[in-house]
């Protein structure tokens, strides 16, 4: 666009101006699945941002803590408009709501999937011992 502004004296001024239109992203939905996991099982989830402009920033949490990769936890960038995240063997303390979440310079949107978790945990209260099993029904 060129803007050109004139006074009544006959002075005059122009400026150019490029406008830029960006459509914030959206994510495709995705899931753990319908049923619990087993400990000891592999999951891993895409999160795509299928519309948007780039550059794209996408990034994971879980129970709304950013995520920490470890040892048998692992998200990997794929392209500029994807990640995986991968877990190589579930247990208990991967159970929980994880939330991937893309930003460009237009906006933000999230989508989150939970993971629940068949498996065995111990809890201790002092020198009593409680065991907990989590069962699919």
């Known amino acids: 666009y060129t803007c050109v502004a004139k006074n009544e004296e006959g002075y005059s001024a122009r400026s150019d101006l490029e406008v830029s239109v960006m459509e914030p992203p959206e994510i495709l939905e995705f899931t753990f699945g319908s049923k619990p996991?087993?400990?000891?099982?592999v999951r891993q989830i895409v999160c795509l941002a299928s519309k948007g402009d780039e550059p794209l920033r996408i990034s994971w949490s879980l129970q709304g803590q950013d995520l920490a990769p470890g040892p048998d936890l692992t998200t990997t960038q794929?392209?500029?408009r994807s990640s995986m995240l991968?877990?190589?063997?579930?247990?208990?303390?991967?159970s929980g709501t994880y939330t991937?979440?893309?930003t460009n310079p237009a906006g933000s949107t999230f989508h989150s999937a939970e993971l629940i978790v068949n498996g065995t945990?111990?809890?201790g209260h002092g020198k009593h011992w409680k065991y907990f099993v989590y069962l699919s029904l």
């Open 78 to 80: 794929l392209g500029s």
């Open 37 to 41: 996991v087993n400990e000891g099982e």
């Open 86 to 94: 991968m877990i190589s063997r579930v247990s208990h303390r991967h």
């Open 121 to 123: 945990e111990w809890f």
């Open 100 to 102: 991937c979440t893309a």
